[in-house]
T-cell receptor, first 107, second 113 residues
Framework: AQRVTQPEKLLSVFKGAPVELKCNYS??????LFWYVQYSRQRLQLLLR??SRESIKGFTADLNKGETSFHLKKPFAQEEDSAMYYC?????????FGRGTSLIVHP | DAGVIQSPRHEVTEMGQEVTLRCKPI?????LFWYRQTMMRGLELLIY????????DSGMPEDRFSAKMPNASFSTLKIQPSEPRDSAVYFC???????????FGPGTRLTVL
């Protein structure tokens, strides 16, 4: 079975502070991992995927197979980063999403 | 392309009524997913279609829920009869087969009174 755990429902930081949204997964094979973002009352959209190893809007995420984690990080949070963030795993043929972490960045 | 299209965007109905949500995937995508989003449970996969065929419906909560995909450009999710606990935002998403990114629709916000 595949599972994605996002331990924090809410993360609140001040502008300019570092941010780390945690994601841990459980999957017996080689997973494909993603972060999706949902801004207020908008549709979910892909933020980044581990295979591309890119930085989007200042966010990065590294797959750590030893710790089975895929944490999302940004060194300096901005107010416009306030959103709901979902970690997702595509192991078999269907994706599994975590419950999401709501990030609030205060001015 | 306008992306994944869902209708209606908002639906308010009374308990016991039938509700039908509609989705038009992106042209060329042949994988389609229905999700339900609530504060308590986050994003839950309800059903997954591939080439118009339901592949996995294990997430459908109960017999009151049904989904169809009569052709590659249209899918429906029906709730009959609806209950207040069905109140949620329902998302449809589509993707290419084997292509990992899903493209989500704007969602339908359902309120059952």
């Amino acid at each position: 079975a595949q599972r994605v755990t996002q331990p924090e429902k809410l993360l609140s930081v001040f502008k300019g502070a570092p941010v780390e949204l945690k994601c841990n997964y459980s999957y017996s094979g080689s997973p494909e991992l993603f972060w999706y973002v949902q801004y207020s009352r908008q549709r979910l959209q892909l933020l980044l995927r581990h295979i591309s190893r890119e930085s989007i809007k200042g966010f990065t995420a590294d797959l750590n197979k030893g710790e089975t984690s895929f944490h999302l990080k940004k060194p300096f949070a901005q107010e416009e980063d306030s959103a709901m963030y979902y970690c997702a795993l595509k192991g078999s043929y269907i994706p599994t999403f975590g419950r999401g972490t709501s990030l609030i960045v205060h001015p | 392309d306008a992306g994944v299209i869902q209708s209606p965007r908002h639906e308010v109905t009374e308990m016991g009524q039938e509700v039908t949500l509609r989705c038009k995937p992106i042209s060329g995508h042949n994988s389609l997913f229905w999700y339900r989003q609530t504060m308590m449970r986050g994003l839950e996969l309800l059903i997954y279609f591939n080439n118009n065929v339901p592949i996995d419906d294990s997430g459908m909560p109960e017999d009151r829920f049904s989904a169809k995909m009569p052709n590659a450009s249209f899918s429906t999710l029906k709730i009959q009869p609806s209950e207040p606990r069905d109140s949620a935002v329902y998302f449809c998403a589509s993707s290419f087969p084997g292509y990992n990114e899903q493209f989500f629709g704007p969602g339908t916000r359902l309120t059952v009174l």
